[in-house]
T-cell receptor, first 111, second 110 residues
């Protein structure tokens, strides 16, 4: 089985722009979660989608949004980028949300 | 109640030593406790996991010890190797919630 695929791998944006990150889960997995990882901050939970519905949400501002498509692929959008949004964004898929399989992430740099 | 507290933040051990990483949780609804290992440039990967009806689980050189009454669990790495150098995250799951610890950066010196 192919693993979790995240695109793009690297992204450079400037403040005020918006960005969309993509995640293709493992075939058959209906749950997709997104995490932000910064040095010293660990894994910060953004949101989880299950069968196209947002099931859980972390404590991030409304600038961070996501969606899941009928084929379980997911996208995450960040609008009005800030310098502090520079981070590694990780997507993880699972069958039911408990055991996560992570992608390699998208490294976002905001200048 | 949703937090998982992980310590230490960083750990340096000589090759062959036994690094120990500790985690504590509050929510008694948690019923599955996985550990993830993350190498630079990669996402975390499931390493080993335990359920609270078991006090210890071993997989190769990795062992989880679980103390249900104290609500604590720990990861031990026997005969540690430089290739074990990575960041380790404990986690707790239950009631459709998954909470990660803050992570431990482990360095094994040759």
């Amino acid at each position: 089985k192919a693993g979790v695929t995240q695109t793009p791998r690297y992204l450079i944006k400037t403040r005020g722009q918006q960005v969309t990150l993509s995640c293709s889960p493992i075939s058959g997995h209906r749950s997709v979660s997104w995490y932000q990882q910064t040095p010293g901050q660990g894994l910060q939970f953004l949101f989880e989608y299950f069968s196209e519905t947002q099931r859980n949400k972390g404590n991030f501002p409304g600038r961070f949004s996501g969606r899941q498509f009928s084929n379980s692929r997911s996208e995450m959008n960040v609008s009005t980028l800030e310098l502090g949004d520079s981070a590694l964004y990780l997507c993880a898929s699972s069958l039911e949300g408990l055991i996560l399989f992570f992608g390699s992430g998208t490294q976002l740099s905001v200048l | 109640q949703q937090q998982v507290k992980q310590s230490p933040q960083s750990l340096i051990v000589q090759k062959g030593g036994i690094p120990i990483i500790n985690c504590a949780y509050e929510n008694t609804a948690f019923d599955y406790f996985p550990w993830y290992q993350q190498f630079p440039g990669k996402g975390p990967a499931l390493l080993i996991a335990i359920r609270p009806d078991v006090s210890e689980k071993k997989e190769g050189r990795f062992t989880i010890s679980f103390n249900k009454s104290a609500k604590q669990f720990s990861l031990h790495i026997m005969d540690s190797q430089p290739g074990d150098s990575a960041t380790y995250f404990c986690a707790a799951t239950g009631a459709q919630k998954l909470v990660f610890g803050q992570g431990t950066r482990l360095t094994i010196n040759p």
